[in-house]
């Protein structure tokens, strides 16, 4: 009965969180984040606490590693030998911490992240600077708790004669939190902690002027003074931190990048290996071989180029897509009075500060507290040899020791100390010579407790021996800044040619969108009618084109895809290409292709030519048309279209003031005007009225034509009559007019054109209702006149009507 009373009903929801809650205060306050004041974590605090305590100082000989890990893991931590070990090789490592708190001998890691050797096999002792760490532990200048078994006891906090938050920085993380604060040097933390001494109220900028920036031991370039503030500040912020590197020339007229500081906590081995990859996955071309030099004498990566690559732009490129270059983010969260906190530096020299002010104080009536009470002994020892026969007979006369001290305090007015002293004194001691020396300690003890007042009572000699001391760590441990400071971010700007490999190729586009390039040699090797393409399809586009250029495609319903040349899928000749469907989304099932064009470098001078069936005219320079952000997956539009409206025509010009446009519908209208009548809009506009239509009537086709000159057109109608005549046959007029007919009307089945093309060296392909094919070539045509009616090709009795004319794309010829 007395047990069910016991029995607590509570809700997981409050049993989980009390426990998580415990859990997490566990892991903030005691695990993963560092004291404001020494820099340490509690694991650290213990290895350096312990090793000191078993006199595995820097000054003694090593240690096996084993035996320091057991004896921390059996009076301070009670948790797994690994994670002390783990935290003891890390303090040894040169490239992790900027001053290293532990020496170690054999294997203890490297920047590859190999592991360190077992702890059997490895030997430490505490650095000579741990020792400024741990300095004046034994002198009560810090609170001192209990072990987990109540069996020792362990600081709270380390003295610390440097702020070693900032020298060395951390990194952890916890329930909630996490820190990551950088290493610094420490002659510049000290003087810049000497210098908030001095100045309570100094401004961060002039804290800057000391501590200009993190010094990584590693070195290394860091970029972003304003960035660098900001973290400083607030304890938050983001800087570029890049490799050291040079560009050198080798023999064979060739170039080397070589590597000799890389950014902080980045791994060698993986960093050689990514480099590598770019190389072996040709993701740019111009590497010949990646090595990773480095020895006993330092770090060294060599990036071997091949001849005339271009070394800036790979370095560029690896700094933007290795680790050659990484973003550092400060995120400054310690301890401070059992609280993490995201400090700035200011509040982190501030909190050092006021523990060293309490450690000196501390330590200071420590030692007065001592001197005073041997100044008490070395005053009772004089006063016994004043009157030493006296003190001598009432010794003489006592029974024991404790008699003795009994009436030397009753016959001589000693205190209970100094007859404890006394009654201790040998022999020895009673020569002339010992007064002397008492006179000489009694003297030097009174400087001393005088000095030691003066600390106490006075706030300006503890902030004068406070500095003293610090003077004296940097004057016989600072060193050079290893990480160099510069005050803007560089953009990284990488060039296409650095990329991709330059390579000459034939580009294929057809009407219903497959898209390839081809290798030269296989385009070579193969027959140009071997083109795989659909039985209903045609080849638009056929070029030799570079993988460095570029190629817009332009479709009958007012979108633009761009592709850069090298991303276009590398396919045989005989292979019949990707759609462009597979990578664009929200094409119409009925888009069709209807003009490709490439280029170099989009220049402002062409313009585009946008003619549309139901009447509507357009100019767009072609420079608008530059790449957009989703170009991969999404069209653009180059002519906004209403309704059912689509594009029948694309020219790409620069000789807008020489030429005029030629229309032709389907009701045989034609209509010349000249270009100069077509404003230039931009891409999303819908442009302007082209030619005034009949109900039911559409535009076929829209040439660009010379103003002067003769250019012969061909013309198609539905029943298979084929007329050539010039463009000029119609005169100039203005634009959105009606036009002339460019056929004789006929009462009974009049000719109604189906098709309208250059009549110059040119081939086509005519097919009927019935599936009959005939190949036109328009120059066996005599030139006719407006109202001739052409010549008849096929029966169109038997065969029907022409449903297509198609362009049959000719061999390029060979370069």
Known sequence: MEQEHNIEELTLEEVMGDRFGRYSKYIIQERALPDIRDGLKPVQRRILFAMNKDGNTFEKAFRKSAKSVGNIMGFFHPHGDSSIYEAMVRMSQDWKLREILIEMHGNNGSMDGDPPAAMRYTEARLSELSG???????????????????????????????????????????????????????????????????HPDATLDQLMKYIPGPDFPTGGILQGTKELKQAYQTGRGKVILRSQTRIEDIKGNKQQIVINEIPYEVNKANLVRKIDEIRINKKIDGIAEVRDESDRTGLQIVVELKKEANAEGILNYLYKNTELQINYNFNMVAIDEMRPQQVGLKHILHSYIEHRKEVVLRRSQYDLKKAQNRQHIVDGLMKALSILDEVIQTIRQSKDKKDAKNNLIMMHQFTEPQAEAIVNLQLYRLTNTDITQLQKEAEELAIKIAQLQKIIHEQAELMRVIKQELKAVKKKYSNPRLTKIEAEIEEIKIETEVLIASEDVMVTVTKEGYVKRSSLRSYAASDFNELAMKESDCLLYCEQLNTLDHLLLFTNKGNVIYRPIHELPDLKWKEIGEHISQTITKLAMDETIIAAFSYKELTPEPTLVLISKYGMIKQVQFAELTPWRTYKSKASTVMNLKGEDELVNIYLTSEQDLQDVFLVTHQAYGLRFSLDQVPVSGPKAAGVKSMNLKDEDYIVNGLLVYSNGDTPVVLVSQRSAVKRMLAQELPSANRAGRGLMVFRELKNHPHRVVFMGEGQEQTYQMQNQKGEVYELHPTEFPIGGRTSNGSMMMNETDGGDVTSVEVIFPEPANE
């Open 132 to 198: 400024e760490m741990l300095a004046d532990i034994e002198k009560e200048t810090v609170d001192m708790v209990w072990n987990f078994d109540d069996s020792e006891k362990e600081p709270t906090v380390l003295p610390a004669r440097f702020p070693n938050l900032l020298v060395n920085g951390s990194t952890g993380i916890s329930a909630g939190y996490a820190t990551e604060i950088p290493p610094h040097n420490l002659g510049e933390v000290i003087d810049g902690t000497i210098y908030l001494i001095d």
